[in-house]
């Protein structure tokens, strides 16, 4: 089939500024609970986009691990290219796409490091082999898979069941000040609601698809 026929309906829901949250972060975890019940698929996989020093953008998957209302938490390598970037270029976006229910959310903002504290909860919370491969793995650099497996079996005997946390190993907070809601609808006339953080006040608006 020629990619250019390759596409579907989008019927499954709609999105009014009637049924909206006061606040996008209220109105992300109601969507992130109906997609957590309509069993998508990790549900809390995101695209992060950063900007390097070269103002190059650069994309990868990255997993949500925390989220209140100061913004939305992931955890790395400090010294990967991401965390490069986030040194460099202190400001991401991230992308949910949940697509059994036809539904996107895009969230942009300043992204800062989380406190020591919070990265050793998450960080001892881990499976043991996550937690030493965090200590194996030297994250975005050129390394042979033999190398790997070397670093792995040596640290994993070295560091023994209570490995403490890397400090070159934490998270991150991605602090909102653009959130959009896209819903799909029939004839590609999509529903996008955005809101926008104008002087410490959320406004709301909606954006043609």
Request: proline share 8%; no cysteine; glycine share 6%.
């Amino acid at each position: 089939m020629p990619l250019a026929d390759l596409r579907r309906k989008y019927e499954k829901d709609l999105l009014l500024e009637s049924s909206l949250a006061p606040t996008p972060l209220e109105q992300f975890s109601k969507w992130f609970d109906e997609a957590l019940h309509a069993d998508v698929p990790e549900p809390n996989a995101m695209t992060l986009a950063t900007v390097g020093a070269d103002g190059r953008p650069s994309a990868r998957i990255v997993l949500l691990k925390g989220l209140d209302e100061r913004g939305l938490v992931f955890f790395t390598n400090y010294t990967s290219r991401k965390g490069q970037d986030l040194a460099a270029h202190p400001h991401a976006s991230l992308l949910f796409f949940w697509q059994p229910l036809e539904r996107q959310v895009r969230l942009e903002g300043l992204v800062e490091k989380v406190s020591a504290a919070e990265s050793d909860t998450y960080y001892n919370s881990r499976p043991l082999g996550s937690r030493i491969g965090a200590w194996v793995s030297p994250q975005s650099q050129p390394i042979s898979r033999e190398e790997l497996e070397q670093r792995n079996a040596a640290l994993s005997e070295s560091l023994g069941m209570e490995p403490p946390r890397p400090e070159y190993w934490g998270g991150y907070r991605l602090k909102p000040e653009y959130v959009e809601f896209w819903q799909g609808r029939p004839s590609r006339l999509h529903d996008r609601l955005v809101y926008t953080l104008t002087a410490g006040q959320w406004n709301r608006s909606r954006l043609a698809p």
